[in-house]
């Protein structure tokens, strides 16, 4: 048996060390998850509260159509119905966007570094990944743009970029797009949207109206804190959204993350607080890298990075000794740097306060 051969050398998607395996590993009776960009704070009660009048539902299938929160979804952004597409995560719609998309000698174009799996489902699908440097942690779009020709089928961009949490404007986004081919689709992968505190966050659902060649991506995993039901859209021209339905799978969308996504959608003020605490993180965990002479990237979502001046691989290391999980940037090619997600402020201070014992147990990189 011969499987694809353009497939046999994608890495396996590497998520952030279990809670459970580091206890059992290491003999903790307490971990701090700060690894994968969760929200610490859970999900709305009303969401949990959908989640439990479900458990009657689940022998039955889901709406295929996902038809109520699509229409509740669409009234809360403004859009049409059918300019919506739900998908297991946003992860899901990329890979159908490849999918819808992509032929052998296409070509797309993405930052470096960035979310892995633009690139990874551009090449299942045979076509191209080209990728330019990030620019001071921030996606070059002028070289990004220079990039684009005859064979360039789409262009991602995700704002704010993982792994830095950096924030490209509404007038770098609309430049791009006045710029780039009609024929060339723009994917705007904004999972972090609503931890915006910027009044300089581009206006997506405004620039629908004017680039029909654009889609945004977004979803329930993050501050709506649903990680665990898979649920993430897409919102597009009719035309973008239709050609994407296309290679949906049927019933690609649980009861419970359906249902889950209605509540939490309508409990905005869970939302509100949740951006708040999170800005609150955000301004503690800065202020205490700058105390300690440490560089980071400024972030507009719920993680930061951050400059550690030592081997990231052994300061993950010794942060999980700690009973701390980040991400080490040994794994995303930043050397020396981890990512950490926002926590709650106890946790916050808990990651701080190992740092500093981190700190001084590993030697600064010559």
């Not at 989640?51 to 699509?70: C, F, H, K, M, W």
């Not at 409990?267 to 949740?274: A, G, K, Y």
Request: include cysteine; charge should be negative.
């Amino acid at each position: 048996m011969k499987p694809k051969s353009n497939i046999m050398h994608l890495p396996v998607y590497q998520p952030g060390k279990p809670i459970e395996e580091v206890k059992r590993e290491l003999g903790l009776k307490e971990v701090i998850k700060l690894a994968s960009n969760e929200n610490p704070f859970g999900c709305s009660p009303k969401a949990k509260e959908a989640i439990r009048s479900e458990i009657e539902n689940a022998s039955l299938y889901p709406d295929g159509g996902a038809v109520q929160l699509t229409a509740a979804l669409a009234k809360f952004t403004g859009v049409d119905t059918n300019q919506i597409i739900f998908g297991a995560g946003s992860d899901e719609v990329i890979l159908m966007i490849a999918r819808a998309y992509l032929v052998k000698g296409d070509e797309t174009v993405m930052a470096t570094h960035t979310f892995p799996q633009y690139k990874h489902n551009v090449e299942i699908e045979n076509a191209t990944a080209v990728e330019v440097p990030l620019k001071d942690g921030v996606h070059d779009l002028p070289a990004m743009l220079a990039k684009v020709n005859e064979r360039t089928k789409i262009v991602w961009i995700c704002n704010p970029n993982n792994p830095t949490g950096t924030l490209l404007g509404h007038e770098e986004i609309e430049s791009f797009l006045k710029q780039v081919s009609k024929d060339v689709l723009v994917v705007l992968d904004e999972a972090y949207y609503e931890y915006n505190t910027t009044s300089d966050y581009p206006r997506g659902l405004e620039l629908l109206k004017q680039y029909p060649n654009l889609i945004l991506l977004r979803t329930f995993s993050k501050i709506y804190g649903l990680a665990s039901l898979r649920i993430g859209y897409g919102i597009g021209s009719s035309q973008v959204i239709h050609a994407i339905n296309q290679v949906r799978e049927p019933f690609n969308t649980s009861r419970f993350g359906q249902a889950a996504a209605l509540a939490a959608l309508a409990d905005q003020d869970f939302v509100n607080e949740c951006r708040e605490q999170n800005a609150q993180g955000v301004e503690y965990l800065t202020k205490q890298f700058e105390q300690r002479g440490l560089f980071y990237y400024p972030t507009a979502a719920n993680f930061i990075m951050v400059d550690v001046k030592r081997p990231a691989k052994d300061v993950f290391d010794a942060l999980l000794r700690q009973g701390l999980i980040v991400r080490g940037g040994h794994a995303l090619d930043f050397p020396t740097m981890i990512r950490v997600t926002i926590g709650s402020q106890e946790q916050n201070e808990r990651f701080i306060q190992a740092l500093d014992h981190v700190l001084n147990e590993v030697a600064v990189q010559a």
